[in-house]
């Protein structure tokens, strides 16, 4: 059973914007299962990594939007985007340095992040940008 699932309430309006968070969905799932599966270390590892380069490349994506369309709010949420962005680096390097590993915790609050951001701050930009 998935830890978090997709609901029509996170849409923002945006097609490939809910494509992309409903892949994110999906790998924090895979990265549940992993763990709940105890899948080891370095697939809990590949796994992440994924997420790590997947969230990237979404936020990249939602930034260059902001700049096409000239969104107001861009400062801030581009600074939410950043801190998640530091503090899933200093998480996934604590990780690979053997000084960590991905908990109930941790997913959870990657999950919570999500949903609160795209509830929040997601569903802000999305008349703006469509």
């Known amino acids: 059973m998935p830890i978090c699932t997709w609901d029509i309430k996170y849409s923002v309006g945006i097609d490939e914007i809910d494509k992309q968070h409903q892949k994110l969905v999906l790998l924090l ?3 549940y299962d992993a763990m ?29 939007l902001f ?9 801030a949420h581009i600074k939410e985007h950043n801190d998640l962005r530091e503090k899933v680096i200093k998480f996934n390097n604590n990780i690979k340095a053997g000084q960590g590993v991905v908990t109930q915790e941790i ?6 992040w999500l949903v609160r951001h795209i509830l929040i701050s997601d569903k802000e930009y999305s008349q703006h940008l469509s």
């Open 36 to 64: 709940k599966d105890e899948d080891g270390k370095a697939k809990l590892e590949h796994i992440l990594n994924e997420l790590v380069e997947y969230t990237d490349y979404h936020f990249k994506f939602e930034e260059e």
């Open 29 to 31: 799932n895979t990265l």
């Open 107 to 112: 997913l959870k609050f990657l999950i919570d």
């Open 67 to 75: 700049e096409r369309y000239s969104y107001m709010d861009k400062t």
